[in-house]
């Protein structure tokens, strides 16, 4: 007979309220548990750049039941040109629509980020408790709890936290031990931001390449606002260190590593200090042995961040939040032992398609995309636009029988995501 306290559900605590905190939060509060969302912003995140869904990330939403509500909110983004320093295309690839194989450089699902994560939290909101402007700042545990310390001074005993509090994760800073890195870097950063449309501005996301290892990207999301990226090759410890400083020394920096990039670089800068937002960021990936330590776990990018490069950053803080909540809504009433073993699957289940994500950011591949001369640029341009003569792209992606995710199949939780 099963007792009272078996079926006690867990009181979970998810430090992050991005996509992986708020796709955690809709399955475990399925799965009966009581779940606290804490977000050190004083409100939901509407803010962020374009982002995609691809593989296994597509089949995580659906299982939602929220790809057409996520479909009613894409960008309309049909492809993306490599264009010269006047702008003209070289080449252009456009995405793939038919439903099969694999997503080319431009998903059939781009969404801004902002979109996504309002849509999984207006879907979570009504079983879950959100609290804004606050932050896990420390945490004690023993074998029967974990005790949270935030940032306005206050503590609160939960059975279980998660931090998906993204790449700089403050729970896996205090989870690691001191000394560990648990970054695996490529030498590329970006800054992005966003600016005002002008008529030149396509659905067609236009890239171009700029000597000296540079790349500047343009895409727009909606009929006043365009999205700029910058992108650099560059080790150096100063590179490293600026995402660290004040938004003005960022600025600064980005500034001066692409005044001289022709094309639309002055229109870009310039709209620099008027956008809503600015982000610099290096671009890595979170790599650690091992994602939970007694009652503490970690979840999306603050466990596996894939990079901006995998293609499946986003898609894989879905998948690793419905593997997650699907083990601990599967084990949770086997007392004492569902817990560490709810734990430990997750790592098992979801370990093969990190690595199978992460282990497709070649470095190498990635310079290519990245020349430094002007007559590795040309190359580069020329060979593209032949392969997109002879469709090479389009037909890769339609008959491949699998996406960037690989063969790793989304198990099911079907009889664990019911309370």
Known sequence: MTTE???RPLRILVAGGGVAGQALAFWLTRGGHQVTVVERFPALRASGAQVDLRGQGIEAVARMGLLETVRGRLVDEAGVAFVDSRGRPKATIMANTSGKGRQT?????????????????????????????????????????????????????????IGADGQGSRIRRALLPEGVDPYWRVGIHMAYWFVPRTASDTDIRDTCMVPGGRQIMRRSHNAT??????????????????????????????????????????????????????????????????????????AGDAAHCASRYSGMGVSGGLVGAHVLAGEINRHANDRP?????????????????????????????????????????????????????????DLVARFSKKDRGGHWQLPSYADAHAA
Not at 108 to 130: K, P, Q, S
């Open 225 to 298: 606002e365009t999205q700029v990226y910058f992108v650099l090759r560059e080790e150096s410890a100063e590179a490293s260190a600026v995402h660290r400083a004040p938004v003005e020394q960022q600025q600064k920096f980005w500034a001066e590593r692409f005044r001289d990039a022709g094309w639309q670089t002055d229109r870009f800068i310039e709209g620099m200090k008027d956008s809503p937002f600015f982000y610099s960021q290096e671009v890595a990936q979170v790599r650690i042995d091992n994602w939970a330590e007694g009652r503490v776990v970690l």
């Open 105 to 161: 450089l431009t998903s059939e699902y781009e969404i801004m980020r902002g979109d996504l994560v309002g849509i999984l939290h207006e879907a979570a909101r009504n079983d879950t408790e959100h609290v804004f402007g606050k932050s896990v700042d420390g945490f004690d545990q023993d074998t029967r709890r974990v005790t949270a310390h935030f940032s306005d001074g206050t503590s609160g005993e939960y059975d279980l936290l």
């Open 337 to 393: 032992t569902g817990l560490p073993a709810a734990l430990a699957n997750y790592d098992r289940v979801l370990r093969p398609f990190v690595d199978e994500i992460q282990g497709k950011v070649d470095p190498r591949i990635l310079r290519v995309g990245m020349p430094m001369t002007k007559h590795a640029i040309s190359a580069f341009q020329n060979a593209t636009a032949l392969a997109c003569f002879f469709r090479i792209p």
């Open 5 to 7: 306290i078996a079926k």
